[in-house]
């Protein structure tokens, strides 16, 4: 007597649709890991055409915006000319209203000069705290009138600093000297050296 054969039963027909299912969702994993290893684009130059005109500007501010750098009143001296000196020679200055043929003795102009120096160390000073590097000459010319009073003054030198510069002309201008000899003005030319005291 033969057994009755086994046949399997026939396969559901929901199977197929999950197979493709899952090969779909294997698929689109696949291309998410493919994507996400690829190095990511270089953002392209522009190319610049010389027909093209100049490129546009997307800043916030204007390209052509310059920050002046600082001048001195007058011209800071080269390392070659020597300090000028202590005194009131006729011409000192020899430009437009600083054209002066009187004299002040160096005496004199000594004994005033003396007697300010310490505010004028002070204009230094005060911006030495904010800049500890600050150091530099400086010239000071003083236009004296006929009675001795300050009638102009102009400051430079290598310290380049405005606002030691604008407080030194404050102190140059509370000035007094002698009455001047032997001209409607004299022009007094003082030397300064700034360093920062150790």
Known sequence: MSSPST????????????YAIVGVALLALAGLAWCMMQPPEETPVAEVRPDAGPPRSTSLVEDSLEIPELEPDVGTPDAGTPEPETTARRPRVTTGDWECSGELSNAAVSAVVRGFD???????????????????????????????????????????DRDVF???????????FPRVEGGSCAVVNIPYSFSPRE
């Open 166 to 176: 604008s407080c030194v002309r404050g102190v140059a201008m509370r000035m007094r």
């Open 7 to 18: 046949v399997p039963p026939p396969p559901s027909e929901g199977g197929g649709a999950r």
């Open 118 to 160: 310490a505010q004028i160390r002070s204009c230094y000073e005060r911006r030495l705290k904010a800049n500890p590097l600050l150091q530099g000459n400086m010239s000071l010319s003083v236009k004296v009138d006929e009675g001795g009073g300050v009638d102009g003054v102009q400051v430079g030198g290598s310290l380049r």
